[in-house]
């Protein structure tokens, strides 16, 4: 399988942004589409944001539309989050994942956001 590996997290203030990334070992082609996923301590596991890797026709959470952008870069074979205005709710480990096809899941990258 084409493995899929988090990275750009941090700590912030609220107000404040990043830029997550996703790594792919192959070609993103090998997906029809990918997503962000996150998930705080003592809740579910939320889909984010996702995007198809052709058209890259995108879906957001209600709760962040208007403030994350997901995108995906061919070439890079990578895909991106960039988090706008962050909040303190958004503080959780961010996946990045299939929609659609059961894979396992990697280790993730922490956003920290402080009041």
């Known amino acids: 399988q084409v493995q899929l590996v988090e990275s750009g997290g941090g700590s912030v203030q609220a107000g404040g942004s990043l830029r997550l990334s996703c790594a792919a070992s192959?070609?993103?082609?090998?997906?029809?589409?990918l997503g962000w996923y996150r998930q705080a301590p003592g809740k579910q596991r939320e889909l984010v944001a996702r995007?198809?890797?052709?058209?890259?026709?995108?879906v957001y959470a209600e709760s962040v539309k208007g403030r994350f952008t997901i995108s995906r870069d061919i070439a890079r074979n990578t895909l991106y989050l960039q988090m706008n205005s962050l909040k303190p709710e958004d503080s959780a480990i961010y996946y990045c994942?299939?929609?659609?096809?059961?894979?396992?899941w990697g280790q993730g990258t922490q956003v920290t956001v402080s009041s």
């Open positions: 994942n299939d929609p659609v096809s059961s894979r396992p």
């Open positions: 192959g070609s993103i082609f090998s997906f029809n589409a």
């Open positions: 995007i198809t890797t052709r058209g890259a026709l995108t």
